[in-house]
């Protein structure tokens, strides 16, 4: 299936390939919409046998995908809600991925649920977490375990003594989310998909009554093509409502979009060997271990009805977070300890409740209309099964036999050998000069792609020296991202195939510069593109830092969207009644 040994590149040269296909070509299956649902969709359509193109119009995971809690997780306060069988599916799919489909992206992380009652609770507690512990079948990460309070301080001195009378530990994990949906995208493209980023869908092909495909409009030069298919999947996520009023189809379901908005810290502000997982009155609050070096605390829930591309942070936003996770540290954290703030936006399904956190996170897919399919709701761990039933609903207007899903067989890109590589931290070190620490991030990032990227520095020793301003990353990483992630754009690179732009305080402009010239020969910039592509990227953190000094989500929102895209032609969306 695969037609040669570069095909799952998502480069300059496989960009203009994918263009000439979308204008050629006829396809089973379009899926609009480049997070984790889509890129899901693209691999399991690929891995029928089918014929897919993708399409999104900004980058892979430049919405909701990249700015969850970054956690494949059951969702245990889902218990609470009763809501089992969306718990058992999540779990079961945590193990999937943990296990086989994407061990080198999916890491156990423990948590600590420190008590705050005597008596009641620590068996209520226990309970549930006996059912989320079995619930999702076998598994790979260890099961509860009860701690003292003293047992609870020693493994996070953090906590105030009084904020707690005791505690269990229990694990789920962790995942950088963009990197994950981007891998999905490059699998399904390695299976025959087609992947074309800055490709906005601009109307729909009809014949009578059907839907036979879509007009695109490529977001940087403003060309424009038609895409023939069998059928279409609406797989947009908070945009699900609009795309349903640009095909002038009423829409079997709505999405509300709540705002979720996370802060992230150095690690030596919070002295903890463990993850936490807090209670709120409304919620929960997560305090979450990301990489070596940063705590992300999050989240928030509320409704949002604004700019849906570039969702703000406010102020109270953050104030929220801060005065939540203060109440049960012995040293507070700051407005200066904060390195890095995003905001992201949940596609739930409406209609259930006026509480955005009583909403359902099931999802829902219909056809629309013939050759139109629509899925929305859900949670970023269930995105295979979200995909599978997507597919499966798109078959009936597809001409010919669908097999089954197989993507429960199908491990990503990177996935097969990793365990074995990381038995050769040592000889990678060796071979390639570098750290044995830098080969396990490495490992971490891209699994077995790890020569194919290390490939790149192959007379070019200085691409093995870190970025000066982030140290964390190295220069032929974001080489990489240019000539194999489909990253087009220095936004694509410091906030997604990196995560430069939260994990350090400068927000990734004392290194843009730098980026920018180290991927403009990839991309071909000359020096007003590339000065260009600095301007942009600066003019969006200013924006960002300014619109979190901002007390309400109006004001917040008319910071934010002032600033300018990195893509030049991408066009307003068409406006729907809410």
Known sequence: MTKNPRSQFLGPEQREEAWARLGKDTFDVVVIGGGVVGAG???????????????????????????????FHGGLRYLEMMEFGLVREALHERELSLSKLAPHLVKPL??????????WERPYVAAGLTLYDTMGGSKSVPGQHHL???????????????????GLTYYDTVVDDARHTMTLARTAAHYGAVIRTSTQVVGFLREADRVVGVRVHDSEDGRRTEVRASVVINATGVWTDELQALAHQRGRFHVRASKGVHIVVPRDRIASDTSIILRTPTSVLFVIMWGTDHWLIGTTDTDWNLDLAHPAATKNDIDYLLEHVNSVLVTPLTHGDITGVYAGLRPLLAGESDQTSK????????????????IAGGKYTTYRVMAYDAVDEAAQDIPRQVPPTITDKVPLLGADGYHALLNQTPHLAEKYGVHPYRIQHLLNRYGSLIDEVLGLADGKPDLLQPIEASPGYLQVEVVYAAAAEAALHLEDILARRTRISIEYAHRGVDCADQVARLVAPVLGWDDAETAREIATYVARVTAEIESQTQPDDASADALRIAAPEPRPQILEPVPVEK
């Open 41 to 71: 969709i693209a691999l399991d359509a690929a891995t029928r046998g089918l014929e897919v193109a993708l399409v999104e119009a900004r980058d892979l995971a430049s919405g909701t995908s990249s700015r969850s809690s970054k956690m």
């Open 110 to 119: 423990k948590f600590l649920y420190p008590l705050t009652h005597y008596g």
């Open 148 to 166: 003292t309070k003293s047992g609870a301080l020693r493994l996070a001195p953090a906590l105030k003594s009084d904020a707690l009378t005791g």
């Open 359 to 374: 909403l359902s996170r099931e999802h829902a897919v219909a056809r629309i209309a013939p050759g139109l399919v629509a």
